[in-house]
């Protein structure tokens, strides 16, 4: 079992930038892939950005490419998403996933979710 906490979510203007933070505990952290999603009300998950074990290899939505950026920190079992440039269609709850077997940008191949983090963009 991974248990996964997301944390730096919040209120911010457009065009403004926040972190959010998965913090990882369980099983071996850098033995797992990552990815970040994100869900707006009323919409599905939608893929967000996801890293390799050892942060060798990244991939992003067209959406936030250039954006947003994926990273890890194995030593400190956390996973990040930077966020800048931000605009009212990124509000959203937005979750970190884990998974052991291949770096995948579908929801269906995570195995490990965290409780998700609500990020508000405002006009």
């Known amino acids: 079992q991974v248990q996964l906490v997301e944390s730096g979510g919040g209120l911010v203007q457009a065009g403004g930038s926040l972190r959010l933070s998965c913090a990882a505990s369980g099983r071996t952290f850098s033995n797992y892939h990552m990815g970040w999603f994100r869900q707006a009300p009323g919409k599905e998950r939608e893929f967000v950005a996801r890293?390799?074990?050892?942060?060798?290899?990244?991939a992003y939505a067209d959406s936030v490419k250039g954006r947003f950026t994926i990273s890890r920190d194995n030593a400190k079992n956390t996973a990040y998403l930077q966020m800048n440039s931000l605009k009212q269609e990124d509000t959203a709850v937005y979750y970190c996933a884990a998974q052991i077997a291949y770096s995948s940008r579908r929801p269906a191949d995570y195995d490990y979710w965290g409780q998700g983090t609500q990020v508000t963009v405002s006009s």
């Open positions: 890293i390799t074990w050892n942060g060798g290899s990244s």
